[in-house]
């Protein structure tokens, strides 16, 4: 096994796991020893002067037990304090080199190594996944050149231009500083304090306040660098770029209702998901895409690329596909990888370089200064998720943590002692040089004009939603702006969104029982992208609308039909969805024929909200159960209104026929299989086969929208 200093030196191991193999201690074999590796033979009772006597100080082993359980918590991230890690690997399709030197972008048979942490960002550590938030998405490269980090979200906008406005943000977003109310949300009044009176941030909060911030699955949210960064080729041309990840699964979100439901029901809804996928070898997959902006078209657009408030809209800039994600593998330990991992926005290879964005620019700072706090001091880097693959070299030593042993009599530069060495690097080396861009300019503290304009994008996003998005906008707003306890705050808001669109305004307004604006307070410009909104087919699904990983309930009772569960059971599951069977009881259930069917969990233990789609199989005694039961009629009456779908065969159909939904049609004797808005129904148990096609079909689809329209 290489030392991991000397892996990947000559670019022949490129192997992460490799590398990380001789740390992981397995401890399953020996025994139970102190820290300075004593054996010890009892750790349940402490060293007393008789039996009922006080505990004596010379206990080191209750001593060093205590002390280290004293000491084992550490600050949690001041913001994305809740995530989920994986590691993966990245190769591009094709060779970047036109753009940048890049090593890891040169070679389509290069496979670069991964880390990627995904996060909601103002809840503590132990708040729950489903909240209205944006989500963090950053990926650790482990290149042969040394780390790259893109430290991203799943939104292609900030809320603020300039990082010294962040603090000022994330304090207002935060509980309030008096109670520490509330948890992990943005519905309260120091948020929209902030974001009435400071109007750059209206383009990232209709982000905010869209589906965007309640995502499906880390396995289905797409994920943005936000700023403009740089590509730099092996002359030293520069190209700006826009960094995109889209998931092959398509980008799919939950609705309001279901996330405060799924957050008592399961916390940990979205960590679940991405842990249980990788457990069964379902890889979440994402694709990396550029936009490439050449440096002449700097002031080619109506808002400026260095402004993190603003997207490149897609039709005006392709994405253009360069690479795939694939994350195949759990960490062993949540602590010390997904807690321990470091980003950094200045984490950056030869190839890739910065714009002089102010957000970017701040970021550059905060994100080392916060590791020194959040992971004790300088040698966060030799921890085993963050070293690299690349050799490290340095005169830097000491510090707290420190784990390499240097045996060179130098710590400086120059010397002669050692060689000189560690030597210094030419560009064709490898060396990082900074693109050499020409700088002006007076010492000022001024906002660029061109960033001015707040909201001619906020605008776009909204002439691109579909009318359920708007609708879920409008509910959004005013759930918010419904539990700001300020009048004069919901009027300031309201009269920001009059700036975005009247009609938006309007709404929201009417919600809160405040006047509505007659007229907009500046005219929509009525441009839109299509791209932006989760309606395109582009976005729902970009290899293609797939039931894959997709958990659905088929609800059954004593008296069931075998054969309906296992056609319905064995369908879905050959289309790699994941179906289990509900019912009033767990364990086994005497189907009609007499066989027995094993109930994976009883209703009551799940929820439907913990499923893409319900379904109820037949068999006369268990739909006559079913229908009275009132669990079972929550899941399809709740399935329903979340815009899910739902499917019934044979008897099961009568259970359908007992709820209210909304003038469905349901599928009658002869009638065969019947959808209607994503409601399958074959009274005809004969036609389950049929049936199971059309029902992958309609979960394929997500959700039919028109149905959760008010959810
Ligand atoms: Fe940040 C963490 C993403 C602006 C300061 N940020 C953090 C994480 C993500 C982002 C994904 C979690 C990384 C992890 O999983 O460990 N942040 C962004 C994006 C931004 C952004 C996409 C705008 C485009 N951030 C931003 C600004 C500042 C920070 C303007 C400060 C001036 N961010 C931090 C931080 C954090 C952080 C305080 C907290 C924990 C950490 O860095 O490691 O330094």
Excluded at 109 to 121: A, E, G, I
Aim: net charge negative; proline share 6%.
């Amino acid at each position: 096994m290489p030392r991991h200093d000397e892996i990947a030196d000559d670019g022949s191991t490129a192997d992460k796991q490799a590398q990380l193999d001789p740390l992981r201690d397995r401890g399953e074999d020996g025994n139970l020893t102190t820290g300075f590796g004593t054996r010890v033979d009892d750790t349940d009772n402490a060293l007393h002067a008789g039996e009922r006597g006080p505990t004596l100080l010379e206990d080191f082993h209750f001593r060093e037990k205590i002390t280290h359980f004293d000491h084992e918590r550490i600050p949690e991230r001041v913001v994305h304090a809740r995530g989920a890690g994986a590691y993966g690997h990245f190769r591009p399709y094709a060779s970047l080199a036109e753009y940048t030197r890049a090593d890891f972008l040169q070679d389509p048979d290069r496979v670069t190594p991964v880390f990627v942490r995904f996060s909601t960002v103002a809840g503590s550590r132990g708040s729950a996944d489903t909240v209205r938030d944006v989500r963090g998405f950053a990926t650790k490269f482990y290149t042969r050149e040394g780390n790259y980090d893109l430290v991203g979200n799943n939104f292609p906008v900030f809320f603020v231009q300039d990082a010294i406005k962040f603090p000022d943000f994330v304090h207002a977003v935060k509980p309030e500083p008096h109670n520490e109310i509330p948890q992990a949300a943005s519905a309260h009044d120091t948020f929209w304090d902030f974001v009435s009176l400071q109007p750059e941030t209206l383009h990232t909060v209709m982000w905010l306040m869209s589906d965007r911030a309640l995502p499906r699955s880390y396995r289905m949210m797409q994920g943005f660098g936000v700023h403009t960064f740089r590509f730099v080729d092996a002359e030293g041309r520069g190209t700006f770029v826009k960094f995109h990840w889209k998931p092959l699964l398509g980008t799919h979100s939950l609705v309001w209702d279901e996330c405060q439901k799924l957050a008592g029901q399961d916390p940990d809804f979205n960590r679940r998901d991405l842990w249980e996928a990788i457990q069964r070898g379902d890889f979440p997959e994402y694709e990396l895409g550029v936009q490439l902006v050449p440096e002449k078209d700097e002031f080619a657009f109506d808002f400026d690329l260095l402004d993190a408030t603003k997207l490149i809209p897609e039709e005006i800039v392709p994405v253009r596909p360069v690479g795939r994600l694939v994350l195949d593998r759990n960490p062993d330990n949540f602590f010390a990888e997904t807690e321990q991992v470091a980003f950094h926005t200045a984490h950056v290879v030869p190839g890739i370089d910065f714009t002089n964005d102010p957000l970017l620019q701040g970021r550059n700072f905060s994100y080392l200064d916060t590791q020194l706090i959040r992971l004790g001091g300088p040698n966060f880097q030799q921890l085993p998720v963050n070293r690299p693959l690349a050799r490290v070299r340095n005169n830097q030593r000491d510090g707290y943590g420190q784990h390499r042993i240097h045996p060179d009599r130098t710590s400086y530069s120059p010397n002669s002692i050692s060689g000189g060495c560690p030597g210094l690097a030419s560009p064709d080396a490898g060396a990082y040089v900074h693109h050499q861009e020409r700088v002006d300019g007076a010492k000022i503290r001024r906002r660029s004009p061109s960033f001015a304009d707040h909201y001619g994008q906020p605008t776009l996003f909204w002439n691109s939603m579909a009318d359920w998005e708007r609708d879920h906008i409008v509910a959004a707003f005013r759930f918010e702006l419904g539990k700001v306890t300020r009048r004069e705050i919901r009027e300031r808001t309201v009269d920001q969104l009059n700036h975005v669109d009247n009609e938006l305004a309007r709404r929201v307004a009417e919600g809160l029982g405040l006047a509505a604006p007659d007229r907009a307070a500046v005219a929509n410009h009525g441009r839109t992208s299509p791209a932006l909104s989760l309606a395109n087919g582009a976005n729902a699904a970009p290899d293609g609308a797939t039931v894959a990983t997709r958990r659905v309930a088929i609800l059954a009772a004593d008296g069931v039909s075998a054969p309906d569960v296992l056609t319905l059971r064995d369908a879905l599951a050959r289309g790699g969805a994941l179906p289990e069977v509900l019912a009033p009881h767990a364990g086994e259930l005497r189907a009609a024929d007499g066989s027995t069917v094993l109930a994976d969990h009883a209703m009551t233990a799940m929820a439907s909200t913990l499923y893409d789609a319900v379904c109820v199989a037949g068999g006369p005694e268990s739909t006559r159960t079913l229908a009275r039961d009132h669990t079972a009629r929550g899941y399809l009456a709740e399935a329903f209104r979340h815009g899910k779908a739902i499917a019934a065969v044979g008897s099961g159909v009568g259970v359908l026929g007992t709820l209210d939904l909304s003038g469905v049609r349901l599928s009658a004797d002869g009638d065969g299989v019947v959808d209607d808005r994503g409601v399958v129904t074959a009274a005809d148990g004969a036609a389950a086969d049929g049936l199971t096609t059309a029902f992958a079909d309609a979960i394929a689809e997500h959700r039919v929208h028109d149905r959760a329209r008010h959810a």
